[in-house]
């Protein structure tokens, strides 16, 4: 054979080693390429990681993680989580417009709907403050209240010592005692929860608090039932039911007087200083918020509750209801003259129930 064709006959079998060379790592490569989620992991997987990532604060992965598994939207839990992750987004217009295509929304997904629509909607609506039902109660249950709440037909008033639970014509149908009453929550049940200063009262249990806790101001509800405890040296545990410490922060607010949070489990400070400060559920910080005293006139907060999406209502110094939504927009207030309160409760509800303690009067309002 001649130089020529061996040289030809040497180049062909190196292409061809080469081809299958290339061959078999392009194989290689394209059998180790990650495959979608939905290739790797069944749906419920992905929705319970959709969950999780809500809960920690990620929205833009909760977002992510819901859109594959967007099939399940006649779950009525995945619907509201959907929703609520539209919402943490700020997308206050795409939630709505997502639950109106509903063919048959639950009660609470048209609560949903109507409130958001007044509160953060096109055209916003103005609170009423309409009293509805008022009562009169003892002077002496009135000087030393700390935490009111409503409940089904009752209403449950807390003092330092005392737990009184209220009918609707102001009748105290039962009392219960106790030491260092601070604030009460409504558990699943719509039953009382008692912050003490130095524990919970569950069922009527008591759950003592670590010595870490000293002196408790403020709670609220955490994720996975869980709670958010304030103590008084500007630090927020997080604890389970049996009094257990999760997680423990010290924040670098001014003399924080209460806590609260939205169904985001995004998380409220008031401070001494008259503002509140709002965290995601991760704790980065979100925003601040004063009541906008040179639009709306509050002078000073004094107390706030939010609804599910983070819209609060303040009570300011001056027993004056102040209606705000997440974006900081004025919706209306309520006027000293013929309302005036001194404790106030709402759950993010149509309805706040109020304490005028100069009239000695427990009202109920329809926003």
Not at 263 to 285: D, G, K, Q, T
Not at 326 to 346: A, C, H, M, R, Y
Request: with cysteine; glycine share 6%.
């Amino acid at each position: 054979m001649s130089r020529k064709k061996l040289s030809i006959l040497k180049k062909e079998k190196f292409l061809i080693f080469s081809f299958l060379n290339l061959f078999v790592i392009f194989c290689l490569a394209f059998s180790t390429f990650p495959p979608s989620p939905e290739q790797t992991h069944p749906p419920n997987i992905v929705f319970e990681k959709a969950k999780s990532d809500f809960l920690e604060g990620n929205l833009n992965s909760a977002y992510k993680n819901l859109l594959l598994t967007n099939f399940l939207k006649e779950n009525p839990d995945w619907r509201e989580l959907y929703f609520l992750t539209l919402v943490g987004l700020n997308k206050p217009l795409s939630a709505i417009s997502f639950l109106q295509e509903q063919k048959e929304p639950t009660e609470k997904e048209k609560f949903y709907i109507e409130s958001l629509i007044q509160r953060q909607g096109v055209e916003k609506e103005s609170p009423k403050f309409l009293e509805i039902l008022s009562f009169s109660l003892s002077k002496e249950i009135l000087k030393k209240v700390s935490s009111i709440i409503a409940s089904k037909d009752n209403f449950f008033v807390l003092t330092e010592n005392s737990l009184y639970k209220i009918d609707n014509s102001g009748k105290i149908v039962e009392t219960t005692v106790l030491t260092g009453g601070r604030e009460l929550l409504l558990d699943e049940d719509c039953e009382a929860i008692i912050l003490t200063k130095d524990g919970l009262i569950l069922n009527e249990k008591k759950i003592t608090f670590p010595l870490q806790i000293r002196s408790a101001l403020s709670f609220a509800k955490a994720p996975e039932g869980n709670f958010y405890v304030l103590g008084e040296n500007n630090e927020l545990f997080k604890i389970n039911k049996e009094g257990g410490i999760i997680e423990q922060r010290h924040l670098l607010i001014k003399q924080c007087l209460k806590v609260r949070t939205d169904s985001l489990f995004r998380v409220f400070i008031l401070s001494s200083n008259e503002e509140v400060s709002i965290y995601s559920a991760s704790f980065a910080p979100l925003l601040v918020m004063d009541g906008k005293p040179a639009t709306t006139g509050i002078r000073g907060i004094k107390d706030f509750f939010v609804d599910y999406a983070g819209n609060p209502i303040f009570l300011d110094k001056s027993g004056e209801l102040f209606f705000l939504n997440f974006n900081q927009e004025f919706l209306g207030k309520s006027q000293k003259e013929k309302i005036k309160t001194d404790w106030f409760f709402w759950d993010g509800g149509k309805y706040i129930f109020s304490i005028d303690k100069r009239k000695t009067v427990f009202r109920k309002l329809e926003l």
